[in-house]
């Protein structure tokens, strides 16, 4: 009687912690992601599947985001070791160098993920990342400042308006957040046709990107010395629009779902206008997540990707955070794509990540950001 | 008037308080006005709308409050520890004649200029070995590293300025080594060693770098958690009020400081 | 006294020494094992770049690091910076310093606490709040504005100057310190004696002071500089995009870039101009030492 006692006890004492599995999700995107997943995902990851728990770590800011976890997992993953990593909410699976081919990156598939059928293919780059938000960068502007018939609504209009209005446009460093970086993209693409498809994640060359980017750096040159403060590029996404919110500028690109969120929360005026360009969008991307292969709770952080790519979250992507849902359209509920027709898209024109977008980033450092500087 | 006379008697010294003030207090100011701010829009010179709005949001974060205590704690060990191994070290170098003893000495100040950022990986991939990543113990071992040299170098020189003569005078009229350390070399050299002790806890408390890389997931403390809420966040409140508390700890500690720093104990310990 | 320890027997000596030995072996290891062993590492891999898919010895990386305009540049400008900083530092700290050896008045007592303050003000704070000082449309720019009514303020947030003013903050507490205690040395008598034969207050301070504190210029010197050349927080969030500080330099080759290698190498070019300083001040320990036996 004794016995089975004592081996009750321990089974009631051992139970919790060999069905609850917690995993840990680091976040290093903008604050209005973390909030999201802090106030909605995880609270509903939980209802839908409570043998699961989720402890999110917020790693957003001046700390370099995921990348040094990301680099104690890899070392974890060449030693054997735990990695005490999970779920990576975005992060670019060609990082670490040469991660990818040792397998250090789940590889997603129906199988393991089943939802992944259901994930649009222009979102798709690479199986070993889950694309599972999209946004797009717009163009956002102070109403106040900004006659409604100077509004650019193509490229060169654009050029013609940061010329004509010195100091009044800026963009951020593009390896410090989306709203710079694509900006440098769209910027990229009109000097190479304006054809996205001209950059995929296979066809990087070295002399091909110094070729192709030259022409991008002649263009973005050109527009330094009208750019505000002759050219003082923030360093984030957030330090640009808080230029805009402080009126510094009174143009700059954004993302979408940051603007709207912005101005919900009266850091926007209301006065600020949001507008895209018409001959090619700017660019935008697809937030993708990612699982080292050598998580300890590797059958949870599956689970918690079938779930962000549910219809479920997929809507509140839409209505919460003002992004594109990464799987189709047509498996959200009908009255959300009524509401949405204007905007919708099944494809967010986008740049490969990888080596193109660090040759990109490292020559816009080596060629643009120097002819900053030099008056001061 | 007597005010008065007396400013007017040291004009230079208020021309440098003035000076030092706008610099130093300057962007101060800055911060607690936003932190009461609900709206500022340029070009207003202060706040459009006052108000505590966001004091009231910002502290609903549960993970904020749970993170003080921890990071308090792990502040006081990594002080104390920090003192029970590097006070007897201090001693030996200051008063213990050995082979080497310079090159050891320096030996503190030299690995002290090697760029963190790129060891911490590699420390990371020992600790991973050890099990120590994400627990006190890691984090405490990895910011223990950060504290020795002010707290090796300041004590060492307090214990090297304490006057001989008073220990050999109790020596010879009986006392024992014990009391002798205890009533007549330790009362010389307590002021360093609580400068050496506070900069410690101040600087234990503010550190990121290693905290991160060696505390995540399971240990979140407090500069780790608001790093990404100060720079990351749209509503400028937001990082006003994180950083007023944050510097909350520092303020208490510059109150209990004033009376250690304003002996001239501490820059001692640079080998001035 | 210095004699009486002298004269004791060698054995007693190397008893005591075995002691020393002992009472500094836990600081001692804790640096080797988590300074100085993961260094050595890293120095290593440097020197053994990979050349068409082999891992040898050779100097490929260091060639790489001053072949290349950008990391030239940033390297000069790192210089160029910590010059600026500790110059201005000294320009801001030597009267402050003076000022308060020479006075004591209550308000010496405040000027210090306020020189002091800076110790207690994470970098992290300080960027955020000289954003908001010094930033475009800050306080500062309104307080111009509002009082003078010039609309000439040009920020220099983003910019070098941006950087090199957060620094200069942060490194007035520590500068004050040090000069203030090499001061504190300098003896009255001396100064009065020069001044009953009637040397000015510029002849007081270059003939008398600046000779004799010349030990605490040179540490004043090179701990800032051991600070200022690896820092990271506040020119990554003050600085400009181009030319970088070492600092946000290295973190982005490292994450940026993906090249560890070149980010290695920039930290030891970077750990190897610190050793430099660092002889300077080993060389004037030594020659103190030498001084009092």
């Given at each position: 009687m004794f016995r089975i006692c004592v081996g009750l006890l321990f089974l009631l004492l051992l139970s919790p912690a060999f069905s609850q599995e917690t995993i840990d999700l680091y976040n290093g995107s903008d604050t209005n992601i973390s909030d999201w997943y802090s106030n909605s995902v995880i609270p509903m990851f939980q209802q839908a599947v409570p043998e699961c728990k989720v402890n999110q770590v917020i790693t957003g800011g001046g700390a370099g985001g995921n990348d040094p976890i990301v680099d104690r997992a890899y070392a974890a993953f060449k030693t054997g070791d735990d990695p005490k990593a999970d779920y990576f909410e975005q992060f670019d699976p060609f990082r670490p160098v040469g991660a990818m081919d040792e397998g250090f990156w789940v590889e997603f598939s129906n199988d393991n993920v089943p939802n992944y059928a259901s994930v649009v293919d222009a979102a798709k780059e690479t199986p070993y990342n889950l694309p599972y938000r999209g946004s797009q960068v717009l163009l956002a502007y102070d109403k106040t400042k900004v006659a409604e018939d100077e509004v650019p609504h193509t490229w060169d209009e654009l050029v013609a308006w940061i010329k004509a209005n010195p100091g009044e446009f800026i963009y951020g460093r593009p390896d410090r957040g989306g709203s710079g970086r694509n900006f440098v993209v769209r910027a990229v693409h009109e000097a190479n046709g304006r054809d996205p498809s001209l950059f995929t994640v296979d066809n990087f060359e070295a002399d091909l990107a110094s070729e192709r980017f030259a022409a991008a750096w002649e263009i973005l040159n050109d527009l330094a010395p009208y750019l505000y403060d002759n050219a003082s590029y923030p360093a984030g996404n957030t330090p640009t629009l808080q230029l805009l919110a402080q009126g510094a500028v009174s143009m700059i690109p954004a993302w979408s779902d940051q603007a709207i969120q912005a101005i919900n929360l009266g850091v926007l005026p209301e006065s600020t206008g949001l507008v895209q360009l018409?001959?090619?969008?700017l660019v935008g991307g697809y937030a993708t997540s990612t699982i080292p292969s050598n998580a300890a709770n590797l059958d949870c952080a599956l689970k918690f990707a079938d779930f962000v790519l549910t219809p479920e979250v997929q809507t509140s992507v839409v209505e919460e955070i003002g992004g594109f849902p990464a799987i189709s359209w047509d498996l959200l509920p009908s009255e959300l794509q009524a509401k949405f027709a204007d905007v919708i898209t099944n494809q967010v024109p986008d740049f490969p990540g990888g080596d193109w977008n660090s040759a990109m980033n490292d020559s816009w450092y080596e060629n643009v950001a120097p002819n900053v500087n030099r008056n001061d | 008037m007597t005010f008065l006379r007396r400013l007017a008697k040291d004009p230079f010294g208020i021309v440098i308080f003035i000076a030092l003030f706008l610099f130093i207090i300057g962007p101060m100011i800055s911060v607690v006005l936003w932190a009461f701010s609900i709206q500022w829009r340029y070009?207003?010179?202060?706040?459009?709308e006052w108000g505590l709005k966001f004091w009231a949001q910002t502290f609903k974060r549960a993970d904020i409050l749970q993170a003080l205590p921890l990071t308090l704690m792990i502040s006081f060990i990594v002080t104390i520890v920090s003192a029970i191994i590097c006070l007897p070290a201090a001693y030996a170098f200051a008063r213990i004649k050995f082979r080497g003893s310079q090159f050891f000495l320096l030996s503190f100040l030299a690995t002290n200029a090697f760029p963190r950022f790129g060891l911490y990986i590699t420390i990371a991939v020992i600790f991973l070995k050890l099990n120590l990543i994400s627990t006190i113990l890691g984090v405490v071992l990895i910011q223990l590293v950060n504290t020795l040299l002010f707290m090796i170098w300041i004590p060492t020189a307090a214990f090297k300025g304490v006057d001989k003569s008073l220990e050999e005078a109790a020596l010879d009229v009986g006392a024992s080594r014990f009391r002798v350390f205890w009533q007549i070399t330790l009362p010389q050299v307590i002021p360093a060693i609580s400068a050496a002790l506070l900069l410690t806890f101040v600087g234990t408390f503010y550190e990121t770098q290693g905290a991160i890389l060696i505390g995540l997931p399971g240990i979140r403390t407090m500069p780790v958690l608001m790093l990404s809420l100060i720079n990351n966040q749209l509503v400028v409140q937001y990082g006003a009020i994180l950083s007023l508390t944050l510097w909350i700890p520092s303020l208490i500690l510059l109150l209990f400081a004033r009376r250690v720093l304003s002996g001239k104990t501490l820059a001692a310990g640079f080998g001035v | 006294m210095e004699a009486s320890q002298l004269q004791r027997p060698k054995a007693k000596l190397s008893k005591q020494a075995w002691v020393a030995y002992a009472l500094i072996a836990a600081p001692f290891l804790l640096m080797v094992l988590l300074i100085v062993y993961p260094a050595s590492l890293s120095i290593v891999r440097t020197l053994r770049p990979e050349v068409e898919g082999v891992r040898r010895f050779g100097l490929e990386n260091y060639q790489a690091f001053f072949s290349d305009h950008t990391s030239v540049t940033n390297l000069i400008f790192t210089l160029w910076s910590t010059g600026a900083i500790i110059g201005l530092l000294f320009a801001i700290c030597l009267p402050i310093a003076l000022y308060l050896r020479f006075t004591d008045s209550w308000i010496a007592h405040w000027v210090q606490g306020l020189a002091l303050f800076?110790?207690?003000?994470?970098g992290i704070i300080l960027a955020y709040a000289l954003i908001r000082f010094i930033g475009p449309n800050g306080l500062l720019e309104t307080f111009i504005e509002v009082t003078t009514g010039w609309q000439g303020y040009r920020t220099?947030?983003?910019?070098?100057a941006g950087s090199i003013i957060g620094l200069v903050w942060e490194g007035i507490p520590i500068t004050v310190l040090i000069l203030t205690a090499g001061l504190a040395q300098v003896p009255d008598n001396l100064i009065e004696a020069a001044r009953d034969v009637g040397a000015g207050r510029l002849q007081i301070f270059f003939r008398i002071i600046l000779p004799l504190i010349g030990r605490s210029l040179l540490i004043a010197f090179a701990l800032n500089f051991l600070g200022v050349i690896g820092a990271f927080t506040l020119p990554y969030l003050l600085g400009p995009a181009a030319p970088q500080m070492m600092g946000p330099f290295m973190q982005r080759t490292f994450y940026n870039v993906l090249n560890p290698d070149a980010a290695e190498t920039q930290a030891v070019i970077t750990f190897l101009l610190s050793s430099i300083v660092g002889f300077l001040y080993v060389r004037s320990a030594v020659r103190q030492q030498k001084e009092e036996t």
């Open positions: 018409e001959d090619l969008p | 070009p207003s010179l202060l706040p459009t | 800076p110790l207690f003000v994470p220099p947030y983003l910019k070098p």
